[in-house]
């Protein structure tokens, strides 16, 4: 069965760091891009960062750019979310997707979702 399995999230101070990771399984992992979205309390699910293995393209929305760095070791069929510079804001559950390809823009990232993870959660405090 194809599947998705996020791991990593915590408690983390503002300022801190923290890595989440997604592993995939029951599927050609590098035929897929893999993207991050998070979904805070009363708030709409939102695009985060995207990652091309094809060709080694990622991109990220405004909101994390030069804060969150998306890696990918397609040996073990897992991606990263190494997520630095963390603020309150970011606190949410985050979820790994297996997409058709990364678009340009974060807020197209889920209509090109095939497959979502079940997520985890991220807590950022003041």
Not at 44 to 57: A, H, L, P, Q, T
Request: charged content about 15%.
């Amino acid at each position: 069965e194809v599947q998705l399995v996020e791991s990593g999230g915590g408690l983390v101070q503002a300022g801190g760091s923290l890595r989440l990771s997604c592993t995939a399984s029951g599927f050609t992992f590098d035929d897929y891009a893999i993207g991050w979205f998070r979904q805070a309390p009363g708030k709409e699910r939102e695009g985060v960062s995207c990652i091309n293995k094809s060709d080694g393209y990622s991109g990220y929305a405004d909101s994390v750019k030069g804060r969150f760095t998306m890696s990918s070791d397609n040996a073990k069929t897992t991606v990263h979310l190494q997520m630095k510079f963390l603020k309150p804001e970011d606190t949410a559950v985050y979820y790994c997707a297996a997409l058709f390809a990364c678009p340009i823009a974060a807020t197209l990232y889920a209509q090109y979702v095939d497959v979502w993870g079940q997520g985890t959660l991220v807590t950022v405090s003041s």
